[in-house]
């Protein structure tokens, strides 16, 4: 990559709410417009932690990217407080209390272990930065 290519590829990560502080995984959505958001679902195939090609549908009102090779999905819903959710490999889910992954948990996916299969975030479409 040039150098051009990565100071878009971090700049967008940045837009996307990435921050990594402490060894933990933050997410801060709030430079994020609500027209990146799709209108209605999508699929969307991606590169998973084993090389192997996966799918997955995006919900209207939704966003996807993956980081370390790790679906992460946005969501706008109505109102109410941000919920961050962990899909493991087991399928089992757990709902964190805050809008960040521990150091273990962010140490699961810098490591690409498959631990974690998915990362869900909901929040209202007023703590993004605008349509």
């Not at 051009?4 to 837009?15: A, D, N």
């Not at 109102?79 to 150091?103: F, K, M, N, W």
Request: charged fraction near 20%; include cysteine; glycine fraction near 12%.
């Amino acid at each position: 990559m040039t150098g051009q290519v990565k100071e878009e590829v971090l700049s967008r990560f940045g837009e996307l709410g990435l921050r990594v502080a402490g060894g933990e995984v933050n997410f801060e959505p709030g430079l994020l417009r609500a027209r990146e958001f799709a209108s209605g679902t999508r699929q969307f195939r991606f590169l998973d932690v084993r090389g192997q090609w996966q799918e997955l549908t995006v919900p209207a009102s939704g966003l996807v990217f993956t980081w370390c090779q790790v679906p992460i999905i946005y969501h706008l819903h109505g109102e109410g407080r941000p919920t961050l959710a962990i899909t493991r490999e087991d399928g089992g889910s757990q709902v964190l209390p805050r809008l960040s992954l521990s150091t273990q948990l962010s140490s699961e996916l810098f490591r690409r272990s498959g631990h974690i299969r998915q990362i869900s975030l909901a929040f209202p479409r007023e703590a993004l930065l605008g349509d």
